[in-house]
């Protein structure tokens, strides 16, 4: 039988007389369930549970009623949390350095959708644990409310026959309506910001920012008007922009190979002829629809190029020396060479344009021309190419576009050729037309440009444009990209290889919906832009509103007194501009509108950014500041469903942030608006982030995992105040060795918060919980159950939870505030009237980080109990996993070495006599009972072990046996002396709370 420790001896004879009251009462209880009431009484189980400590539960595991529907929880700790103002105590209240995220704006174009929850979630999270760290949070929530994706809306079917004053105010309208939607959504989801005053780029303060960053840039010479080629959307009616672009990578294209006939050929070619047939030239083109605007064919000066006979007609054709068997095989005929000669040749070399017949159009050498694919001769349409355009730059060549605004021929294409469109009609015309000179054609699969909002192909047209020479910008916005940090780190390259590859940025757009660019125009087309005229434009806008510039008449946007001042010739006739800005330009100078003179810490935006905002906001930022808008940016990937396929309503894959919160049709169950900012935090990552039911289900079982272990902490410190901690000297070594993994946790989390890896917080907070759960927890469940109320063994095991749920709490809290600040108000709100509409519960976020206690570190304790953990792992395998708690354990060493003091000095002050039920030794172990000794004083053959010996690491050795106690029915450990009473020390320890 396990002997009790002095200490417990002397209070056992203290209550000796209690204790003898104890057990007449319990052996008539135990005869009254065996006889008379068998049956009726309280279960053996239960007949104890008045006498132990039960934990009291706070809260349900699951905050949802049976049927699916959300209950009003969440929805009460937003109120009475205070959620709504926690932006403005904060501003108030913290005095740490302040911390910005600029947020890049969304478009108010539609319901919010599982990229704005990703997005909003990952820096609310960051945000909220600024907060608690004390910082002085920057975050001013902001929308794109102009551009083509409202303009869309705005024209119902693509009506194109409203007045563009028409198309702003429908649009106006529905992205105001929208906003409002999203940003309510946006505040259910618990994001913290500025929400009384956002930016909005539509609004007219805004605006008139704009248009002075505008001029700025065009004072510096940065902006700049120009005939040239850019990306033209004919079902949009408008350029685009780089950025505006999405490759389709499966687009079918026509390719083509026309031979045109050569009016003029070099001496040097000519000797090689032995009869009178006609040289061709063979081009190769996918969009023979251009080829009515061909102005010459270009040539490397660098290939070697043959003239050979085709077999199949005796034609002779030039094309490049390295091309010759591609072309010999989709002809299905040989090709023979004749002769072989450099391109400089060709310089000489004159042919017939392919759709009129009889203008002569010349051979011109160019860098681009290269025998890759093709024939290593490329059709030249200057309006149509940004080489092609190059080319006639440097030798004068016609750059007139005959392709309208809608995508259709114009008269000087030819009457054959105008009115139809290019798309639809304009390959099979040219086809027809040149008829046998089509010497092959195919379909051709490549990646093409489409516009993203329409999702139809676009081409490249000439147009006139406004631009910022992006070329002189280069340099600086490289360099200041060197002092910032991009996350991850592989994506800087990218970045710094998209801004080199861009020599202008095209930043008028032939829309209505939008901010107009300031220029006036004289009846010669002269354009007039200048700081008097902006200004005076400027004072309108705040004034009247941006619709001015399209409803006020010519007299008050630019009256006379104007006019003389900006320096105008008042006898011409002017208008104003039609173009409006490009909304990256909107976006990227949202930094201007919002941020103080320094730059935001953060820009946390999807990956496809590179392209877009974080470029606009750099390239913006260095040419008026000369520095980066942001310190840090962080990237993150696409939303798409449990298959990896991208959302579609048509694949009916679409999964809505309202669905995961308040259930849907095809999934009725809601989860709340934690199980949310659950998958966003844990998914978090710049591949793609998927969602489907299977997922949100995870995310919520795993949430109910973490709620169940918070329980277990808060119902067993329902009795525990501030007053009850004990110092750390105080508490008994297991417990100093979990606050040692508490604080390497605590300094773990910190440290990855920094880093802004929310889904390894996640990682490391469900690895934690787990250790705590089955080794912890399930060590004090006998101090904290069993135990008096006051002892110090219970108070010991509250301690430590009390500094467990200060740490875990608030490792959480940023991405589970709903259920984090359920957890602060059960634990502390008790002290105010909850159910009062004037009580105000305390908010963890006004409470601060959790402390890192130095003393809490102790590697030397720490290496003790992992010696211990590891014997005891050792033992269990010995057992092959048997249950040990009805197991004495005695361990041997041959003589006083570590191994020996470390396990005596958890046996505390027990000796070497005797076995110990209640030590930190037994309670690492898990068994019945313990016992630590040297091999001289213990006799082998009177041990009586019935299973396992071996010899364990640093000299230890342990013989198991079965122990020869009861299992005690309270507190259900094998102590026990008797079947039918409990243990001694549960009788000492009832006996304690009753003197008590």
Not at 903 to 930: F, I, N
Request: aromatic share 10%.
């Amino acid at each position: 039988m396990p002997l009790l420790s002095c200490k417990k001896l002397s209070a056992l004879i203290h209550y000796r007389i209690q204790l003898g009251k104890i057990r007449k009462y319990f052996l008539s209880t135990s005869l009254c369930l065996n006889d008379r009431e068998k049956g009726k009484g309280k279960p053996a189980g239960k007949k104890y549970a008045d006498t132990i400590n039960l934990p009291q539960m706070p809260y349900a595991l699951s905050v949802y009623k049976p049927d699916g529907r959300c209950n009003e929880r969440e929805s009460y700790i937003q109120k009475i949390a205070d959620f709504d103002g926690l932006y403005k105590w904060q501003r108030r209240n913290n005095k740490a350095p302040q911390f910005t995220i600029h947020d890049g704006p969304p478009y108010a174009n539609g319901q919010p959708h599982v990229g704005h929850a990703l997005n909003k979630i990952i820096k609310d999270v960051i945000n909220r644990y600024k907060v608690l760290r004390g910082h002085q949070v920057h975050f001013v929530p902001g929308w794109d409310c102009h551009g083509l994706p409202i303009e869309t809306k705005a024209r119902s079917a693509n009506d194109f026959s409203l007045t563009d004053i028409q198309v702003r105010k429908q649009a106006d309208k529905f992205s105001r309506e929208t906003l409002a939607t999203q940003r309510d959504e946006f505040k259910t989801w618990g994001v913290m910001a500025d929400w009384d005053n956002p930016y909005i780029t539509s609004d007219r303060h805004f605006v008139a920012k704009e248009l002075d960053i505008f001029q700025q840039l065009y004072n510096k010479g940065l902006i700049y008007q120009d005939y040239m080629p850019v990306y033209w959307s004919p079902s949009s009616r408008t350029a685009l922009a780089e950025a505006e672009l999405e490759y389709n990578n499966n687009h079918k294209s026509l390719s083509v190979y026309v031979k045109l006939s050569c009016t003029h050929l070099p001496h040097s070619l000519k000797v090689h002829l032995r009869e009178e047939r006609p040289v061709y030239l063979v081009i190769w083109t996918t969009t023979p629809w251009t080829l009515p605007a061909n102005q010459a064919v270009c040539f490397s000066p660098g290939l070697q190029y043959c003239l050979v006979k085709w077999e199949k007609t005796g034609d002779h054709l030039i094309v490049a020396r390295d091309l010759i068997d591609s072309l010999s095989t989709k002809l299905s005929h040989a090709l023979d060479i004749v002769a072989t000669f450099t391109g400089e040749t060709l310089a000489d070399v004159k042919y017939t344009h392919p759709t009129s017949g009889d203008e002569q159009r010349p051979l011109l050498p160019a860098s681009h021309v290269t025998a890759d694919v093709g024939t290593g001769l490329v059709h030249t349409a200057p309006a149509h190419g940004h080489d092609d355009f190059k080319v006639a730059l440097q030798h004068d060549l016609s750059k007139e576009c005959i392709i309208d605004e809608h995508g259709l021929y114009m008269s000087s294409a030819g009457k054959y050729f105008a009115g139809k469109n290019v798309f639809e009609e304009g390959n099979s015309l040219v086809l027809k037309m040149l008829g046998e000179r089509v010497i092959h054609s195919e379909d051709y699969i490549h990646k093409y440009p489409y516009d993203w909002r329409s999702k139809q192909p676009v081409m490249i047209r000439a147009s006139s444009q406004w631009f910022i020479n992006t070329k002189s910008l280069v340099q600086p916005a490289i360099s200041a990209l060197e002092e910032v940090t991009v996350l991850p780190g592989v994506y800087k390259t990218p970045l710094c290889e998209t801004i080199s590859h861009r020599p202008y940025w095209c930043i008028s757009r032939q829309r209505a919906w939008g901010v107009p660019i300031p220029v006036f125009y004289d009846q010669y087309e002269r354009a007039y832009v200048n700081s008097v005229l902006t200004d005076h434009v400027k004072k309108l806008m705040i004034e009247q509103g941006p619709d001015c510039w399209w409803e006020a008449d010519m007299d008050t946007l630019l009256p006379d007194h104007i006019k003389s001042e900006a320096g105008l010739d008042k006898s011409l006739t002017y208008r104003r501009g039609k173009d409006i800005l490009d909304i990256w330009f909107d976006s990227g100078i949202t930094w201007a509108a919002v941020l103080d003179s320094a730059p935001a810490d953060l820009y946390i935006e999807g990956v496809d950014q590179i392209r877009g905002w974080f470029q606009s906001s750099l390239l913006t930022s260095v040419a008026l500041t000369g520095q980066s808008p942001y310190k840090c940016l962080m990237m993150h990937g696409f939303t798409v469903d449990e298959n990896n396929q991208k959302m579609s309503k048509s694949l009916g894959n679409v999964v809505a942030p309202s669905d995961v919160i308040y259930g849907s049709k095809t999934e009725q169950k809601g989860y709340g608006i934690d199980v949310l900012r659950w998958w966003a935090a844990s998914k978090y990552s710049v591949t793609n982030v998927d969602i489907g039911p299977a997922i949100i289900k995870q995310c919520n079982e795993k949430l109910l995992l973490l709620r169940k272990r918070m329980r277990f902490i808060l119902g067993n410190l329902y009795d525990f105040h501030s007053v009850d901690i004990l110092q750390y000297e105080e508490l008994l070594p297991q417990d100093q060795y979990f606050l040692h993994q508490l604080h390497q946790y605590a300094a773990k989390i910190t440290l990855l918060y920094d880093r802004y890896e929310m889904s390894s917080v996640l990682n490391e907070l469900e690895m934690f919980m787990t250790k705590f759960s089955s080794i912890y927890s399930t060590l004090s469940k006998d101090r904290l159950y069993c135990f008096p109320v006051t002892s110090r063994e219970r108070r010991s095991a509250q301690t430590t939870l009390h500094h467990t749920l200060e740490v875990i709490l608030r490792s959480f809290a940023p991405i589970l505030p709903f259920f984090a600040e359920d957890c602060y108000m059960h634990r502390y709100g008790n002290q105010l009237n909850l159910h009062s509409e004037s009580s105000t519960t305390p908010s963890i976020f006004r409470s601060g980080w959790f402390k890192e206690i130095p003393c809490w570190s102790n590697t030397e304790l720490a290496d003790k109990f992992e010696f211990v953990y590891s014997l005891a792992d050792k033992i269990r395998c010995l057992l092959e996993n048997t249950p040990t708690d009805a197991f004495e354990y005695i361990f041997v060493t041959s003589s006083e070495n570590d191994a020996y003091k470390i396990l005596m000095e958890l046996q505390e002050d027990c000796g070497d006599e005797e076995l110990s039920s209640h030590t930190p030794l037994c309670e690492v172990m898990q068994c019945a009972s313990v016992k630590v000794c040297l091999a001289h004083d213990i006799n082998l053959s009177e041990l009586e072990y019935k299973h396992h010996t071996e010899s364990l690491e640093h000299g230890v050795t342990v013989y198991v046996r079965e122990t020869s106690c009861y299992r005690c029915e309270r507190c259900r450990r094998y102590t026990a002396t008797s079947a039918t009473e409990p243990c001694e020390m549960c009788l000492l320890n009832m006996a304690d709370t009753w003197a008590g």
